[in-house]
Nanobody, 124 residues
Framework: QVQLVESGGGLVQAGGSLRLSCVASGLTFRHYRLGWFRQTPGKERDFVAGTKWEVGTTKYADSVKGRFSISRDDAKNTVYLQMNSLKPEDTAVYYC?????????????????WGQGTQVTVSS
């Protein structure tokens, strides 16, 4: 059974940084694709970043490119989303998600497993 547990959200001032964590159980990273999404009230989940580990391919939404980065710690079975230079428009609930398959799609429906989400609030 796959379980994803997120943490690391909080309140931060604009320009600050946060690192989100997603602890995974029941899956092996190399067999899955990772996606990070975010959602604001009344809207669908938007793709933030995703990676295909074995070829080192990572893609980012234009809005976060150069500010956010993905990493992982295999020993802890944890993936991270490092968020720097945060802006008020980054305020959202952030989710990690995994899927099998070769691609790293940007659509919510393409992912099979989801964390519970963690709130990130950036004040101006």
């Amino acid at each position: 059974q796959v379980q994803l547990v997120e943490s690391g959200g909080g309140l931060v001032q604009a320009g600050g940084s946060l690192r989100l964590s997603c602890v995974a159980s029941g899956l092996t990273f190399r067999h899955y694709r990772l996606g990070w999404f975010r959602q604001t009230p009344g809207k669908e989940r938007d793709f933030v970043a995703g990676t295909k580990w074995e070829v080192g391919t990572t893609k980012y939404a234009d809005s976060v490119k150069g500010r956010f980065s993905i990493s992982r710690d295999d020993a802890k079975n944890t993936v991270y989303l490092q968020m720097n230079s945060l802006k008020p428009e980054d305020t959202a609930v952030y989710y990690c998600a995994f899927r099998r398959g070769l691609a790293v799609p940007t659509t919510e429906s393409s992912y099979d497993y989801w964390g519970q989400g963690t709130q990130v609030t950036v004040s101006s």
